[in-house]
């Protein structure tokens, strides 16, 4: 069990908007350190998805935006496409396990 | 073009020593920190540790220190990732991961560039 809770899952229909959470504490995403969010499509390496400028590396569209608050945070999915089907992680740094910690994941169903 | 090509899958017994590598090129290998990430088969991801190779700084998830060590050689820009003595507890897909930023404090950093992965079986 991380210390960065995800849903497990979630689900929208094609051109939905749908929102991913990711809760931390005072050690991590309160600490203040960043929060970034990665997507793993079956078989493939995870990518980063949006960092914690809110940057998007070159490819990602602007459909996937973050933001956080506190000791949490959350990744919004526009005009949702089949093709978002994959499993989202957020990832910071704890300065109590002094190391850097991923969400469980969460699997982004298209209906 | 930033790239890193993983070493390909190994199987080992338990017991045995193993090191992986990771080529990479297309940056200033020196100037990024440059680690590991594995993944269980069918969880999530767990940060290993990272280097800066640099100076050669080193740091560990406390998780698994003592059971892995990670080397850089500047003279091929390569990072590797090593066991003394593997167990079974070890089978997993290995990725070699670079932080975004060239900042030493790696604290705030993203991954912003993976591996293929080397799938580790023991």
């Known amino acids: 069990q991380s210390v960065l809770t995800q849903p497990p899952s979630v689900s929208g229909t094609p051109g939905q908007r749908v929102t991913i959470s990711c809760t931390g504490s005072m050690s991590n995403i309160g600490a203040p350190y960043d929060l970034h969010w990665y997507r793993q499509l079956p078989g493939e390496a995870p990518k980063l998805l949006i960092d914690?400028?809110?940057n998007r590396p070159s490819g990602v569209p602007e459909r996937f935006s973050a933001s956080k608050s506190d000791t949490s945070a959350s990744l919004a999915i526009t005009g949702l496409q089949a093709a978002d089907e994959a499993v989202y992680y957020c990832q910071s740094y704890d300065r109590s396990l002094d190391a850097f910690v991923f969400g469980d994941g969460t699997t982004l169903t298209v209906l | 073009e930033v790239q890193m090509v993983q070493t390909g899958a190994e199987v080992r017994e338990a017991g045995e020593s193993l090191k992986i590598s990771c080529q990479t090129s297309g940056y200033s290998f020196r100037e990024y920190w440059i680690g590991w990430v594995r993944q269980l088969p069918g969880k999530g991801l767990e940060w290993l540790g990272l280097?800066?190779?640099?100076?050669?700084?080193?740091r560990y998830n406390p998780s698994f220190q003592g059971h892995v060590t990670i080397s850089a050689d500047m003279s091929t820009n390569a990072v590797y990732l090593q066991w003394s003595r593997l167990e079974a507890s070890d089978t997993a897909n290995y990725y070699c991961v670079r932080l975004r930023r060239n900042t030493y404090d790696f604290m705030w950093g993203s991954f912003l560039y993976w591996g293929q992965g080397t799938l580790v079986t023991v």
């Open positions: 914690g400028d809110n």
């Open positions: 280097i800066f190779p640099g100076d050669s700084d080193t």
